[in-house]
C-alpha cells in the first residue's frame, strides 16, 4: 500500500461521509461527529467548538484514535489549535506505513462492529443488557448506544415542536421557590461571586446570550408537557401521570454531570428497574458493588444510584428526597421539568456562563477532569495565574473552569442574579436559565443539540424504535409499560471492538510510543 494510499479509510468512512473530497476529509468529519455526540470536557480552538473526545463513562476507546491525538495536538503545553478531527488525520496522513496498517485493522473492526449494532437489538431483562439480533454476533450485548438513525430516516413527530404553548409554562403548575441555605460563619456570599454579580459588562454580555437562546427551544426547552401526553397516550389518564413524574424524578437524581441525551437514557433505565419492581442498585457510595450496564453507566454513578435509592424512599418527591439547602440543584431541576419555572437550576452551565465571561481565575478549577487537555495533573488556576498560560486559552476550554457554585454561600445568590435577568426580559426564571444554557453553549462546552426536553425524549423514543424493529408508537408504549428502557444517540465509532481495546491497551502502557514512533500524551504532560 502507497503512503498516500487511503483507501481502507474510503471503505471504511466513505458510505458514512460521502460528501468529503478526500477520504481523510471523510474521517476527520466522522471523528468531529462522534466527538459532538459522545464527547465531555468541550473546550474552543480558534473560536470553533470542538468536543473533547473521551465518553463520560464506559469504554474509553470509544472515540478510536481521537482521544490521544486530541489530548497531544491540543494540549496547552504542546500548543493546540485544531479540531479533533483534523488532529486525528493529521496524525494518520504523518504516520510512517507500518504505523497505519496497525491502525488499520482495529480501525476495520470497529466499523464491522458499529455496522452489525446499527442493526436490531432486543433487550434482555435478566442480563439487563441490549442485545445484538443479527450478524455474526448475535447474541453479544453492545457497550454504547448503537448508531443515530441512518440518513433519511425519519418518523411523524408524537407532538408538534411549534406549538407555541409550549413556549410558556404549563398551565396550572405550581410556582414557587425553594428553600436555600445560608452560612452559619463568615460572608454570606463568597467574594468572587459577590464581584460576579455586580460586574454590569459580565451581565449585559449574560442577557445578550440568553437572547440569543430564546428561540428557537429556550423559551420551551423546560415544557415537559409532551412527555406527559405521551406517559398518558400509554398508560391512561390515572398511570401516566404518576409514571411521568417517577421519571421525572430518576431524571433529576441522574442528571448531575449529565448531558441531556444520556441523562434521559439513564433515567429511563432506573425507571425500568422500578417499572419491574427491582430493588435500587446500591454502589460504593452506599457500601455496595452494584453498577449499571455500561450503557447507563456514568463516571459519578454511584451519585445516580444514590439520589435514585434516596427518590425511591421518599415515594418519588425530589422534595422530600433531598433538603434542597444542601443539594439544591436536583430538586430545582426536577422543578422545572414539572413545570415550576420559579426556582433557577444553577449547573454547571449557568455558573460558566457568568464566570467564564468574567475572567476571573478565581473560578479557575484547580484539577481537570479525565479526557479534558492537561488530564491528569494540570492546575488551570495555577497555570494562568503563574503566567503559564494565557487567559484566552482557558477561555477557550470550558473543562478547565469549576463546575458548581457553593450551595450555601454562592448558589443563592447566582439564582438571584438569574432572576434579575429573567425579570427583565419579562421571562420566568427557568426559561432565562434555559436560553442562556442554549445561547451560551459555545462558551460553556454544552455539547447538547439546541433542543427542547421533549424534543431530546422524542429522539429517544424514535432510536428505540428503529433500532428495536418496533413502531415508534410501540416502543413509547414498551417504555412506560417497563417492557425496556431506552437507546441513547451516539456518533459513529462508538462502540469501540474488542481488537481496538487490545491495540488501544497496548498505547496506554507507560511511556508506549506508535510503531512509526508518534507521539503519545505523556510525552507532553
Known sequence: MARDDYSWLERLYGDLYQGAAHPLNALSQGFDL?????????????????????????????????????????????????????????????????????????????????KIAGGRVAWDPDQERWLLQEGKKAGQPITNSPLDLPKGQTYPNLFDPN????????????????????MKKGPAVSDRVSDLINNDDVRNQVIDYVKQGMQPSGLAWYNTSPVLDSAVRALGPDQGPLAYQKFM?????????????PNIRTAS????????????????????????????????????????????????DPLAAYDPTVNPKPPSFNQGLLGNYSPVTVDM??????????????????????????????NPREAVTSGEISMDEAFRNPAWWEEAPHPQKEYPALEQYWKGIAKDLNLDPAQAQASGWIGGGDITGLGSKPQTFAQAFQDRIFNTAYRTGQSPQDAEKGFWTGAHPLLGVAGAGALASPALQQYWDGRQAPGATDQGGAPQPSQFY
Open 34 to 114: 462522534g466527538a459532538q455526540a459522545i464527547g465531555s470536557g468541550v473546550g474552543r480552538i480558534a473560536g470553533e467548538p470542538f468536543p473533547g473526545l473521551f465518553p463520560a463513562y464506559g469504554d474509553p476507546r470509544a472515540s478510536l484514535l481521537g482521544q490521544d491525538v486530541t489530548a497531544s495536538l491540543q494540549s496547552p503545553i504542546h500548543g493546540g489549535g485544531v479540531s479533533p478531527g483534523a488532529a486525528t488525520t493529521t496524525m494518520l496522513a504523518a504516520a510512517p506505513l507500518a504505523a497505519r496498517a496497525k491502525i488499520a485493522a482495529p480501525l476495520a473492526e470497529e466499523a464491522e462492529a458499529a
Open 163 to 182: 406549538d407555541p404553548a409550549l413556549a410558556m409554562r404549563p398551565a396550572g403548575a405550581g410556582q414557587f421557590d425553594l428553600p436555600r441555605g445560608q
Open 249 to 261: 424524578a430518576f431524571t433529576g437524581g441522574t442528571s448531575p454531570q449529565m448531558k441531556v441525551p
Open 269 to 316: 433505565y432506573y425507571y425500568w428497574r422500578d417499572a419491574n419492581e427491582k430493588p435500587p442498585l446500591e454502589g460504593r457510595l452506599q457500601g455496595g458493588t452494584d453498577a449499571p450496564p455500561p450503557i447507563y453507566g456514568h463516571y459519578v454513578q454511584g451519585l445516580h444510584m444514590q439520589n435514585v435509592a434516596k427518590i425511591a424512599a421518599a415515594d418519588y
Open 349 to 378: 452551565h449557568a455558573f460558566k456562563l457568568p464566570a467564564m465571561l468574567s475572567r476571573d481565575p478565581r473560578f479557575l478549577a484547580t484539577g481537570v477532569p479525565k479526557g479534558a487537555p492537561g488530564y491528569p495533573d494540570f
